[in-house]
């Protein structure tokens, strides 16, 4: 069977990882290539119905008062259910997949609750068995880690939240846990070989074609590497 790529965007909150996700899909649409958007959490779906909870306090109003494992399963039952219902006849019949957060989002999101080097490792390593073995999800092919500066972000979540008129979810309410999920992200992308996009200089986001034009670039030699026509 020959499979698609899978091609995941990943970021703090606030970093424009949807109007990434949406350029680099137009980019290679336009190419002639068959490429389908997902996004995490899908909101509209059912099987999200834990995360909504999860995210607007329903369990507790700290991220910390959901452990990682419990969270992470919240969120993985949504990729299943969205990979099964959605998009997998795609996948499989050989296209393009963006996500626009996947997987590497719990990755972060929730090992940054481990303090513990031993206990965030185990975790880890849980995580990657449960989604990708487990449950089946495909692995992503490339991921890219659009690093925005916290202070950058933080910037864009608060300008975001007063033009749409939205309360922040718990972890937008927490400045701290993502500063700390920052960190998370640069040493998970050494970690396991994803790609870096620098989005911001001295504290300010760069502009969003610049932006672009670094996330085609790196992920051109994927998918030029594979046939997916």
């Known amino acids: 069977m020959n499979k698609g790529i899978l091609i995941t965007l990943e970021a703090g909150d606030g970093s424009g990882k949807a109007t990434q996700t949406h350029l680099l899909a137009e ?4 190419e002639g290539h068959r490429v389908h958007l997902v996004s995490f959490p899908d ?13 607007r306090g329903d369990f507790g109003t700290h ?17 299943f259910a969205s990979y099964r219902m959605k998009w ?3 996948y499989e019949q050989g296209d393009i997949i963006i996500a626009d957060r996947y997987t ?4 972060v999101h929730q090992a940054v609750k481990l303090p513990d080097t031993a206990e965030r490792n185990a975790f880890l390593d849980w995580l990657w068995d ?4 487990k449950l089946g999800l495909p692995v992503p092919d490339l991921v890219l880690f659009l690093d925005m500066e916290p202070g950058a972000a933080d910037k864009l979540i608060a300008a975001r939240a007063e033009a749409a008129g939205t309360k922040k979810d718990i972890h937008e309410r927490d400045p701290e846990y993502l500063h700390r999920c920052h960190a998370a992200y640069k ?14 200089r001295d504290g300010e986001p760069l502009p969003i074609d610049t932006i672009a ?17």
């Open 213 to 229: 034009e670094r996330v085609y670039a790196a992920v051109e030699p994927v998918w030029k590497g594979k046939s997916i026509d």
């Open 27 to 30: 980019h290679l649409q336009r």
């Open 187 to 200: 040493e998970l992308t050494d970690r396991y070989g994803w790609k870096r996009i620098i989005c911001s």
């Open 88 to 90: 997998q006849k795609y």
């Open 43 to 55: 909101y509209a779906a059912d099987a999200s119905v834990p995360v909504r909870m999860y995210l």
């Open 63 to 79: 991220p910390g008062d959901v452990n990682a494992y419990a969270a992470s399963t919240f969120f993985a039952v949504d990729r």
């Open 130 to 133: 449960f989604e990708f073995t």
């Open 104 to 107: 590497t989002s719990n990755m």
